[in-house]
């Protein structure tokens, strides 16, 4: 993932966390599928397929863990 | 997942840490598939659906292994 | 999950751990499908489809695995 | 999962960690299917069926990964 | 995975983190699949596909949440 | 998994500690679907199916991330 700004793991809410997770998952979709066409083209397909939607609810998930072990879950 | 209320991982009880994470889970699909009318006509179509519903079972799972690190299992 | 009884993810043993993981991904298929009828129409499609048993398996294995944390892997 | 001998997730060896995750693996399945002969036709099904071979492989990962770390990786 | 240089999982910012766990991803369809002809033949299918893109950011996160602990999530 | 060679989770190098979670992960594809013939029968299947080899990462990622902290991630 090459992006210009520094990311950092650590957000100050678990609101932030989240919209990280989503953000991390999205950004390895565009590392492997880098034409934004063919993602646009997708995103119809994904957006009212209800396994889609679950799949990409669980990878989210997956990313929320980590950045919430990095947050020491905002205790 | 931009909501008003401050979030928190920490539950008074399991029972609110299984419903966090449901909440978490149905965030995430909110947040891919922002239209209300969607979501309610695929309701149907994952809710009649054994893997839909075992799929959404492992992202709450998942959801809530990182909740119940965050309460220290609610020891 | 919106269960009378308190929950708590400390058990005993290691079977009562693997039931409580089975217990909790059933409550998850119960909040996302409330309608026993449903379910038990459901039960002979999933019982019958090895990937809908190894998707399960799946699941119980991933609440298993912050059971057996929650109780410091009964040792 | 209801069997008489007392389980440990504390094993001597990696080798029977990974029998012991292949061994809860399976009782959920039987926990989930109860039935000896539905199983038994089942098998030739998964056990020629790549995608079902690897979702299995999976399944046993996740409960080695719980079993690995109850027996601090056997270092 | 058998590569000339000596791999480490520890790197200097989040973006390389991320960047290394698509490479281990990739490298463990490399182990799998060898053949770059097929892969390069592959490649068309899955960069199209929802399902198989979502299901390859569920590996990079799998990874990236091995990659983040091994960097005390570059805090 | 039954084999001679005593198994160990401790690798010298990340590389050997990747090469281990193919093998485990392979292993338990042995363990399931015993015969050679069937396995090798498979093999075109699953090489040239992109869900297949991305679902095979997924199981190496999970072995990997228990190599990787039984290592402590090498460090």
């Known amino acids: 993932m090459t992006t210009t700004e520094r990311l950092s793991l ?11 997770a989503i953000k991390l998952a999205r950004s390895t979709v565009k590392a492997t ?14 957006a009212e397929d ?7 609810a669980h990878v989210v998930a997956a990313e ?9 879950y905002w205790r």
Chains 1, 2, 3, 4, 5, 6 share one sequence.
């Open 10 to 20: 650590v957000t100050p809410t678990v609101e932030e966390g989240r919209d990280l």
């Open 33 to 46: 599928q880098p034409d934004a066409e063919v993602r646009a083209r997708l995103r119809p397909v994904y």
């Open 64 to 72: 929320f863990a980590t950045i919430a072990a990095a947050n020491d």
């Open 50 to 56: 209800p396994l889609a939607l679950v799949a990409i």
